[in-house]
């Protein structure tokens, strides 16, 4: 057997190769969201894949070896940052033997740097505050303008890595920043009529996406980030929801109905499943549709026809 | 001869993997040409005028406005940029196409911790009922409290300390560096590391789920903590389509508690492994590993003891409720040949639990272990438990278990074991 020790210490030697050139930037991103927009910009230059799927907690990826089959090949990393990822992706990145997508190399992006960052602590934060994020609410792409920026820090990026194509990249920055305009503006006038209507949501992953579209977010079922409803709290829930006459429960993919469907029953508020990343459904395909998807059902909701 | 040839190859690869990249970096040093020299000469004078501009311009500032006064030690000058921005205040105007965005900048109270580690403690209490003759363990006890110092060390490596501070006293549980920024896809470890021979020896007991280690573990890796040992890792991914799969070949100094004694320095342990990680479905996946491992075990001056370890754990959770549903598989299988004087013996043990996972904060889990002794594999250990975990949060962690162990000796012990670990610190990597 120590013959054998030594075969494969050959074999480990004669492995040593390296893949060859591809002459397409592969794209790894943790959400889909962010595969999403880097699609649209990079178009046919460009090959997208993400860890996470959209109906999945982003908080809790497990750091699967097939993930780092993913990061050994990628040109370019986005990671959402602001400790999001820190449960699974610094030990796939220490693992990709990948140095060109470590934090602090060309092909490591960080987007949320730029964008408007909410709920950023001003105190000092302990755990006893539940799972909170000592640099901010990390759910901002949950913002069109959030949105915008992430394009251009991709566009950015990929004209950096691939200087060639950077007329494409800026084209394809100009259409996809052209069509969220538009969008916005539809999102927007169908959100009108419901300025500053109360919500209440499950997490605290829609500060950004309220303060764009002028929801006022007064409570949520989780008493604290991360931690499971209580039956205090469900009750304190209920009591504010009759009291302030909320219509809306907002109920991301991944949490358990049966604490939200309660309140709704006791209350004749509507439970909305909100989708806060591409991908949640199949026809959430990309960034435009998830805004499309989550308006319309919200403001079915709002005008009390439910879902 | 064997180990010799071992040992050389050993070296010598890792000497070359270890220095390429700095070779590699100065041998696209090229020297400058007399054009580029007398080009940088125009543009050091160049700078030099525009200093020298400067300067005149803040002499003249210095001498027409008053001196401000000196900041409070430890107080910024100017409000830290992560604060929110004033209720009402426009959305901050979205930044043009720029090649590399560059991170708000901090205060200089805080770039004194920059490069501090992370820091983070687990505690891990047990209290132990019932009777157990063959290995009682106290009615409580602080069994082990886990601190880590991890971070980046430079372009080229990261490090990680784990101590591990029980009432007896303080061990290196782990401590090493990791080369991350190898040639050829490898990945390296140097120092005291847990030996990546099956899966639950590579796992930190905080990690586990259970508040013991499994008998073959105790029983055949020769104590409680499993097989740690001080030397040098490398391992390489093989991928096979789109199934992952590793390559890891370790050489560690030959001694490690109640496994291996060397008679000589030059008598090392060595430690093999090949892994393949798969997903089946989008829900469940299957890592499998074989390893084989050898290293003098001091009986005489040519005696080894060599192990073997099959190990399966299968996965499922779906991802839209992983947090509420999961189910865990997991056996290993291993085989100890131990040289004694006259002869040699050959000893086998194997465990195998289910964890599920049926709340969000809720598990339950049985496990069964037997295992061989290595000195004697007529005598053997075997056992039976079961758990009910409750994890208030995802830094807190109570645990029960029930189990009951049928040691060589005829000795039958009926226990409860009572496990409460809290991390406080940096939040670290979840397990996998």
Not at chain 1, 145 to 174: C, F, M, Q
Not at chain 2, 260 to 283: C, H, K, M, V
């Amino acid at each position: 057997m120590k013959k054998a020790f030594a075969s494969l210490l050959v074999l480990l030697v004669a492995l040593v190769g390296s893949a060859p050139a591809l002459a397409k930037v592969h794209i790894v991103s943790t959400l889909q969201d962010f595969a999403s927009i880097s699609q649209s910009i990079g178009g046919d230059l460009v090959e997208a894949d993400s860890l996470a799927k959209g109906y999945q907690d982003p908080h809790f990826v497990d750091a699967k070896p097939s993930f780092i089959l993913k990061l050994s090949k990628a040109d370019l990393l986005l990671a959402a940052g602001l400790e999001l990822e820190i449960g699974y992706l610094p030990p796939l990145i220490d693992q990709s033997r990948n140095t060109k997508i470590h934090p602090g190399s060309p092909g490591y992006l960080d987007m949320s740097v730029g964008c408007d960052i909410l709920e950023r602590p001003t105190t000092q934060v302990t755990r006893a505050m539940g799972d909170v994020h000592p640099y901010g609410n990390p759910h901002y792409w949950t913002d069109p303008n959030n949105g915008r920026v992430i394009a251009r820090a991709i566009a950015g990026k990929l004209s950096e890595l691939d200087p060639p194509n950077r007329a494409t990249y800026e084209k394809n920055l100009a259409a996809f920043e052209a069509k969220l305009a538009e969008k916005d503006k539809e999102w927007l006038a169908k959100m009108a009529p419901y300025a500053n209507a109360k919500v209440i949501t499950f997490h605290r992953s829609w500060p950004n996406f309220a303060k764009h579209f002028q929801l006022d977010v007064v409570g949520e079922i989780e008493p604290k980030p991360g931690i499971p409803p209580s039956p205090t709290h469900t009750l304190e829930i209920i009591n504010l929801i009759n009291s302030q006459k909320i219509k809306v429960i907002m109920v991301e993919p991944y949490f358990d109905l049966k604490t939200p469907k309660y309140m709704a029953e006791k209350t004749g508020a509507t439970v909305v499943t909100a989708y806060p990343s591409v991908g949640g459904l199949p026809e959430i395909k990309d960034y435009f549709t998830l805004f499309d998807h989550d308006i319309d059902e919200l403001v079915k909701a709002l005008k009390g026809g439910g879902q | 001869m064997t180990r010799l040839f071992l040992r050389t190859s050993a070296t010598l690869f890792g000497a070359l993997a270890l220095l390429s990249p700095v070779l590699a970096q100065q041998a696209s040093q090229a020297p400058a040409t007399a054009q580029e020299v007398d080009s940088l000469r125009t543009e050091v004078a160049q700078l030099k005028e525009q200093v020298k501009a400067l300067q005149e311009k803040l002499d003249l500032l210095m001498a027409t406005s008053p001196t401000p006064a000196p900041a409070a030690p430890g107080v910024p000058s100017q409000p830290p940029t992560g604060a929110p921005p004033p209720e009402g205040a426009p959305p901050p105007e979205a930044p043009p196409v720029s090649p590399t965005p560059v991170p708000a900048s901090t205060t200089s109270t805080q770039t004194s911790n920059y490069f501090n580690p992370s820091i983070s403690v687990i505690g891990n209490f047990l209290a132990a009922g019932g009777s157990n003759d063959t290995a009682p363990l106290p009615a409580a006890s602080l069994s082990e409290s886990e601190v880590a110092f991890q971070a980046v060390v430079d372009p080229y490596a990261r490090a990680d300390f784990f101590f591990s501070y029980a009432e007896k006293g303080v061990e290196v549980e782990e401590g090493f560096a990791t080369f991350t920024a190898l040639p050829w896809g490898l990945l390296s470890k140097v120092g005291r590391m847990r030996v990546s021979f099956g899966k639950v020896n590579t796992l930190h007991l905080h990690v586990l789920p259970w508040p013991d280690e499994p008998l073959p573990i105790v029983d055949l890796l020769g104590n409680e903590d499993g097989w740690i040992a001080t030397g040098v890792s490398f391992s390489k991914v093989i991928p096979l389509g789109n199934v992952y799969s590793e390559l890891i070949l370790q050489a560690f100094d030959g001694h490690a508690d109640g496994l291996f004694d060397a008679p000589e320095r030059s008598d090392l342990s060595y430690n093999g492994q090949y892994r393949i990680f798969t997903d089946l479905t989008e829900s469940t996946n299957l890592d499998l590993g074989y390893s084989y491992a050898l290293g003098p075990n001091g009986i005489t001056d040519s005696s080894d003891t060599r192990l073997e370890n099959f190990y399966t754990v299968f996965r499922w959770k779906p991802l839209r409720t992983a947090t509420y549903r999961s189910f865990i598989l997991r056996g290993e299988y291993l085989r100890s040949h131990k040289d004694e004087a006259v002869g040699s013996v050959r000893s086998d043990g194997w465990f195998a639990s289910a964890d599920y996972q049926m709340a969000k904060r809720w598990w339950v889990g049985g496990r069964y272990e037997v295992s061989e002794l290595p000195d004697d594999s007529t005598l053997e250990d075997s056992g039976e438990a079961a758990t009910l975990t409750f994890f208030p949060s995802e830094f807190l962690e109570f645990r029960g278990m029930y189990r009951r162990r049928h040691y060589f000796n005829d000795d039958i012990a009926n226990e409860f074991l009572l496990q409460i670990q809290f991390a406080i610190g940096a939040h670290g990597a979840h397990p996998f």
